[in-house]
C-alpha cells in the first residue's frame, strides 16, 4: 500500500519566485501525509496564460504581443535553475516522488514540460507536450519522441501526460506498451468530460491515474479583462482527481481552490485489472494492428565534424 497525492494549486501571476513559495509552503502537509507520490499541474512554474492572445492577429503580430511573450519567456525555468533545484530538495526532505508541470526555457524556445523528481536522484527525466493545442502553439514548441520517459519510482512506473494530450490514442498506446502504472496528467482542464477522460485512461490502461489541474481566480479578483469572459467566473477552478484502475473515484474531484488531495492505492490492483484487458497484450490483436514509435531525437541543427 502507498498514498499518492495531487497538489492542487495554481501559478502566482506575480511570477515563479512566487508560485515556487507557493509550493513550498505545502512541503509540511506532504511530510505529514506520507505521500509517496505528488503530481502538480501543468505550466504551474512559469503559468499558464489562459486569455491571453499575446498580440497576435492572422498575418502579423503586435509589437505588445512581442513584449508580452518576452515577459513569459524570462519567467519560465531552466531544468537546472534554482527553482527546480528549491523543489528537488523538497522532494528529498519528504521522500516524495514529484511530478510537476513547468513552462521550460531551451534556448530561445519554450516547452510545456512535466519533470520527474526522485527524493535520491533529483531531476531524472522530463516529458514535453507533444502537440500544444488549439493557440497555444503560439507560444510553446513541439516536443518529439525521445522525452516519453516512464520513471521507475519506489512506487510503480511512472508516466505523464499533459492535458490534451491524454487524447491522443495512439500516445496512450505507446505509453501502455512501456508498462504505465501510474498515469500521471498535470492538466488546466476543469471541465466535465474532463473527469470522464481520466477515469476512462484509468479504465483502458488498467492504471491508477492522478490528475491534477490549477486553481486560478476570476478575471476581476486578478485586477484584469478578458473578452467574452466573466469576470466574477474562475480563470481555470481545480477539479483534480485519484482514480482507480478499473475507472473507480479514490479521491476527488477537488473542488474547494488550493487542496492536497490523497488516496491510499494497492498496486497489486493494477495486475487484478489487468486480468480482463490488457491493450498492449492479450487484448491488442497484434495479426491485424501495430503502431511504431519513432522516439529519435529531433534537433533543428546537428554539428559535426568529418
Known amino acids: 500500500m502507498a498514498i499518492v497525492a495531487a497538489l492542487q494549486i495554481g501559478s502566482d ?49 503586435m509589437p505588445e504581443g512581442r513584449d508580452a511573450f518576452a515577459r513569459y519567456y524570462h519567467n519560465a ?3 537546472d535553475g ?3 533545484a528549491a523543489i528537488a530538495a523538497m522532494s528529498a526532505r519528504t521522500g516524495a516522488s514529484i ?6 526555457r531551451s534556448g530561445s524556445s519554450l516547452y510545456c514540460t512535466a519533470v520527474f523528481l526522485e527524493p ?9 507536450k507533444l502537440m500544444p493545442t488549439g493557440t497555444e502553439r503560439l507560444i510553446w514548441s513541439m516536443g518529439d519522441g525521445s522525452t516519453m520517459p516512464v520513471v ?10 499533459i492535458c490534451w494530450e491524454n487524447h491522443m490514442p495512439l500516445f496512450r498506446t505507446a505509453m501502455y506498451s512501456k508498462g504505465v502504472e501510474i498515469w500521471c496528467a498535470p492538466t488546466v482542464d476543469e ?29 476581476r479578483a486578478l485586477g484584469v479583462q478578458i473578452d467574452g469572459w466573466d469576470e466574477d467566473r474562475p480563470l481555470i477552478k481545480g477539479g483534480s482527481m485519484i482514480v ?43 495479426d491485424i494492428f501495430s503502431l511504431r514509435v519513432d522516439q529519435t531525437p529531433r534537433d533543428g541543427v546537428t554539428l559535426f565534424t568529418v
Open 13 to 61: 501571476y506575480r511570477g515563479k519566485a512566487e508560485t515556487l513559495l507557493s509550493v513550498l509552503a505545502f512541503e509540511e502537509r506532504i511530510a505529514a501525509s506520507g505521500a509517496a507520490l505528488v503530481v502538480m499541474p501543468e505550466a504551474l512554474l512559469g503559468g499558464y496564460p489562459k486569455g491571453d492572445i499575446f498580440g497576435t492577429r492572422l498575418g502579423y503580430r
Open 82 to 84: 534554482p527553482e527546480l
Open 77 to 79: 525555468v531552466d531544468l
Open 152 to 161: 521507475h519510482s519506489a512506487i510503480g512506473k511512472l508516466g505523464a501526460a
Open 120 to 128: 535520491e536522484q533529483g531531476l531524472v527525466a522530463k516529458h514535453r
Open 244 to 286: 482507480g484502475p478499473l475507472g473507480d473515484v479514490l479521491a476527488g474531484p477537488a473542488e474547494n481552490g488550493p487542496e492536497l488531495l490523497t488516496a491510499e492505492i494497492d498496486m497489486k490492483d493494477v495486475i487484478k485489472a489487468r486480468y480482463d484487458l490488457d491493450v498492449v497484450g492479450h487484448y491488442s490483436r497484434p
Open 191 to 219: 471541465r466535465d468530460i474532463w473527469r470522464s477522460s481520466m477515469r476512462h485512461v484509468a479504465h483502458e490502461g488498467r492504471c491508477f491515474v492522478i490528475s491534477c489541474c490549477q486553481v486560478q481566480p476570476s478575471p
Open 99 to 104: 511530478v510537476l508541470g513547468v513552462i521550460e
